[in-house]
């Protein structure tokens, strides 16, 4: 068959029809695996089509496909594709990203899209849109490799929907509140009789005290992922605006069990206290569940409008991809930044990656985007989780299995890992049979529902705070675990910046809240984002005394927010000295101005005391 070179998120995918696999789109609720023409339903939904293998009789792929398109059930039928050497299989969700070259107008864009009968969906520019085949076009995968080929066409690349990886491991881990040493640990796991390490876990117990609650109930925790069990008595009722993308409905799918995996994520973060089974990090918090993950472009989109549109603070997502071939394309990178950015009425959805369980040396691909945490993981005893994707992009770590695996809740559905008949070694690492729906779990899958509870710890703190607020908190606060070799300018690409520490963190949320509150004559109101009106009284300093510098910013916005808290906090003065470094403007920000190095010094120690780093300054350096 032949192979259709294609531009793939920064790269190119070579791909080949699969010889046993095809997509169908049926025009009512119908139930494939009972029709003649189906040997067996491989996946349920992937890029909007029911993925089966056909009965081929000894016919091709292709003549097959064709005599099942004539069926009266079947909408839509499309061929599988599968990369070159091996891979996932992907589908065409018909839809293509085209660039046009500077200089064409939208006269000779339309020329190009009639000459392969293609619909125009959306305008994202002057020179990006999105068109789809319709029923007289070639299919996708063809149309952009011909596109490819047109000098009028800068970039064309096919929408493709294909399975993420769930970072869990082979065997899932975990078990009841005395015993999920990840929330404090004692040293000791009796019902396995295993020795851990006295305090290695998140400091989770310590930050419920320190904030006298298991945290609020105003702040919405979104799970992305696949089988998700809405009925299980530690999720049921927490649900809050659910929404499945295979059903386009609050209607999640559930009873595969191909896809148990969302279930014992979002128990960590969110299972409530409710006397029995397990507890989350963030019990109180509403939890969002959105079923349904997808490389698709419209369904990245999807998933993050829906959490922005209906209300998520934090969005938890425990899957992705590591292979090079798949990296995001920018409209998946703007999708993430968006939400983001643009959330929470402008402070920014707290978005939490997975790391990846594969053990190498570069992180799940959407991870690796700035906007977002990402979380590696660590085990029972501070020591680095072998199959922790390690990475320069690694912002945390947090506690998960390795040497003891964690507890969390499985879905009604989730078959378990053997055939064993009373059930023990299906759900049980050691073999120890516990009741109720639980199990073991762990990987990165299990460290990042931990901090995203963290982080909705952290916002029931100090709702003002933005996502990358949260994030600078978590990175400040982390402890530092493993050999100090393992770390550089304080970063480990194992650790991150170090263990996340839930106490400290949920400290300094707080500690920032009372800083905003305090009275000043300067400004009205805390600044969160670096917008909105300021008064300005702008004289050129001179070059002499000392201050203390306590940050230098790249965006003039940061320079804004913290001038304002500083100001708040300590009623002393603001320098701004603007400058370049590496080519680009700079903003140190400077506090106090004195004609003496003592008296620097002693607003120094002041801001020390209250939490906050700087440095005493020449201001002749700085001239």
């Not at 079947?74 to 599968?82: E, F, N, Q, S």
């Not at 006295?198 to 989770?204: H, I, Q, R």
């Amino acid at each position: 068959m032949s192979n259709y070179k294609i531009k793939s998120g920064k790269g190119e995918l070579v791909l080949k029809k699969s010889d046993n696999l095809v997509g169908l789109k049926t025009t009512k609720p119908t139930d494939l695996q009972k029709k003649e023409y189906v040997e067996s339903q491989q996946l349920p939904s992937l890029g909007g089509f029911k993925v089966v293998t056909l009965k081929k009789d000894g016919e091709t792929v292709d003549t097959k496909l064709d005599e099942v398109r004539q069926k009266k059930e079947i909408a839509l039928g499309t061929h599988v594709y599968v990369p070159e050497g091996g891979g996932k299989p992907m589908v065409p969700t018909g839809e293509i990203f085209i660039i046009f070259q500077p200089a064409v107008d939208e006269s000779e864009q339309k020329l190009v899209l009639d000459e392969y009968k293609l619909e125009l969906v959306e305008r994202r520019g002057t020179d990006q849109i999105i068109a789809k085949v319709t029923k007289d076009s070639p299919n996708p995968i063809k149309v952009a490799s011909f596109l490819q080929q047109i000098s009028l066409v800068k970039l064309a690349e096919p929408d493709l929907d294909m399975l993420l990886e769930e970072y869990d491991l082979a065997l899932p881990n975990d078990t009841y509140l005395a015993e999920e040493w990840h929330l404090k640990n004692s040293g000791f796991i009796h019902s396995g009789n295993y020795p851990t390490k006295p305090g290695a876990d998140a400091k989770v117990i310590d930050a419920w005290q320190r904030l006298n609650s298991l945290g609020s109930s105003d702040i919405v925790i979104a799970i992305i992922d696949n089988g998700i069990d809405i009925t299980h008595p530690d999720l049921k009722n927490k649900v809050y605006r659910p929404f499945d993308l295979w059903t386009q409905s609050d209607r999640l799918t559930d009873g595969d069990p191909s896809f148990t995996h969302g279930t014992p994520c979002a128990s960590l973060a969110v299972a409530i206290a409710n006397g029995q089974g397990m507890v989350g990090v963030a019990p109180n918090a509403k939890f969002m569940p959105v079923s349904g993950t997808s490389y698709s472009v419209r369904a990245t989109e999807q998933m993050f409008d829906y959490c922005v549109q209906n209300g998520a603070d934090v969005i938890s997502c425990s899957w992705g991809t590591t292979d090079p071939a798949y990296a995001l394309n920018s409209l998946k990178e703007e999708a993430i930044a968006k939400a983001a950015r643009q959330g929470r009425k402008g402070k920014g959805c707290v978005i939490v990656f997975a790391a990846g369980n594969e053990g190498v040396d570069f992180v799940n691909l959407y991870a690796a985007h700035p906007d977002v945490i990402c979380v590696a993981a660590c085990d029972s005893k501070d020591r680095y989780a072998s199959y922790s994707n390690q990475g320069q992009e690694v912002t945390v770590c947090a506690p998960s299995n390795g040497d003891w695996p964690l507890i969390a809740a499985r879905a009604w559905w989730d078959p378990g890992t053997t055939a064993r008949g009373d059930g023990a070694w299906k759900y049980w690492a050691d073999g120890v049979d516990r009741s109720g729906p639980y199990k073991h779990f762990g990987g990165t899958s299990g460290s990042t529902p931990i901090v995203a509870g963290i982080c909705a710890l952290l916002l029931s703190a100090n709702p003002n705070l933005t996502a990358k607020e949260v994030k600078d908190i978590l990175i400040k606060t982390a402890d530092k675990i493993g050999d100090a070799s393992d770390y550089s300018g304080g970063h480990s690409r194992k650790y991150g910046y170090g263990r996340v520490n839930a106490d400290k963190a949920v400290a300094e949320a707080l500690r920032r809240k009372d800083s905003v509150a305090a009275p000043t004559a300067e400004v009205a109101g805390p600044v969160a984002s670096g917008q909105g009106l300021f008064r300005f009284s702008v004289e050129r300093h001179p070059s002499q005394g000392f201050a203390v510098q306590t940050g230098v910013f790249a965006d003039y916005g940061n320079v804004l927010i913290n001038a304002e808290k500083l100001q708040r906090q300590f009623g002393a003065s603001i320098l701004v000295n603007i400058n370049e470094l590496n080519g680009k403007t700079v903003y140190k920000l400077l506090l106090g101005t004195f004609s003496n190095k003592t008296d620097a010094s002693n607003l120094l120690k002041k801001i020390k005391a209250a939490g906050v780093d700087g440095f005493v300054k020449d201001l002749k350096e700085l001239g």
